[in-house]
């Protein structure tokens, strides 16, 4: 793993909301904004920008936590920044503070938690032992 971010490094993506991102159970749709678990998508891949840039080839990075605070709606076509500031990196671990916000207006923020580990570890955690 490459050691080229720092605390306070930031990145930021940005995202149109679309209908796939609404608040939707079982085809059904509650309400017409972007749900949480559509904003929980994006603070873990603002977050993973940075792994993006720092592992090596035989490496991938993996979630292990996640917070959000839900602040206020954002609407289908409405574009989402997200920035994503390293709050540490100790040994393999990432986390990030994540901030979203449409035009200046928080939508919301939170937390991510990432490790990164070798991919043949990763292979065997995810392989599903014979029953």
Not at 41 to 65: P, Y
Not at 71 to 79: D, L, R, T
Not at 82 to 106: D, P, Q, W
Request: hydrophobic share 40%.
């Amino acid at each position: 793993m490459k050691s080229n971010f720092k605390s306070g490094d930031q990145k930021m993506y940005k995202k149109k909301v679309t209908e796939n991102d609404l608040a939707a159970f079982h085809g059904e749709l509650l309400h017409a904004v972007c749900s949480t678990f559509s904003l929980a998508r994006d603070f873990e891949w603002a977050s993973r920008l940075f792994f993006i840039e720092m592992k090596d080839d035989d490496e991938e990075g993996v979630g292990t936590f996640l917070s959000i605070d839900h602040k206020s709606p954002a609407f289908v076509g409405e574009e989402i920044t997200f920035t994503a500031t390293i709050v540490k990196i100790e040994k393999n671990e990432l986390t990030c503070m994540i901030e979203s916000s449409v035009n200046g207006r928080l939508i919301a923020v939170g937390t991510t938690g990432q490790k990164m580990l070798k991919k043949d570890r990763l292979k065997q955690l995810f392989t599903k032992p014979i029953s």
